[in-house]
């Protein structure tokens, strides 16, 4: 069983900038993706980034050119750096990882708030 836990969601201003932080554990190097994804209230879950193990990276439209995700060299963690950060970026922030152990399987985390607003 894999563990997704995600760190640094908070209050910032129009404009300002949030790194968020996706910690793993259990996976024994199987990783081989991880995903940011939001879901503002009364809407379905959109893609924000992805990142492959091998480095290949794919971006929502709405983050294209603000945000930027990264990954650790041992696939543990992830990162998603906001920049220029609006109001309607506010929603609940989710990682995932996705395993292939023979198999794949996806893991979320329990989701960090983000918050834009003067």
């Known amino acids: 069983q894999v563990r997704v836990v995600e760190f640094g969601g908070g209050l910032v201003q129009p404009g300002g900038s949030l790194r968020l932080s996706c910690g793993t554990s259990g996976s024994n190097g199987s990783i081989t993706a991880m995903g940011w994804y939001r879901q503002a209230p009364g809407t379905k879950r959109d893609l924000v980034a992805t990142i492959t193990s091998a480095g290949v990276t794919n971006y929502g439209d709405s983050s294209k050119g603000r945000f930027t995700v990264s990954m650790d060299n041992d696939r543990s963690w992830a990162y998603l750096q906001m920049n220029s950060l609006k109001p309607e970026d506010t929603a609940v922030y989710y990682c995932?990882?996705?395993?292939?152990?023979?198999?794949?399987?996806?893991?979320w985390g329990q989701g960090t708030q983000v918050t834009v607003s003067a």
């Open positions: 995932n990882a996705v395993t292939d152990s023979g198999y794949s399987q996806t893991y």
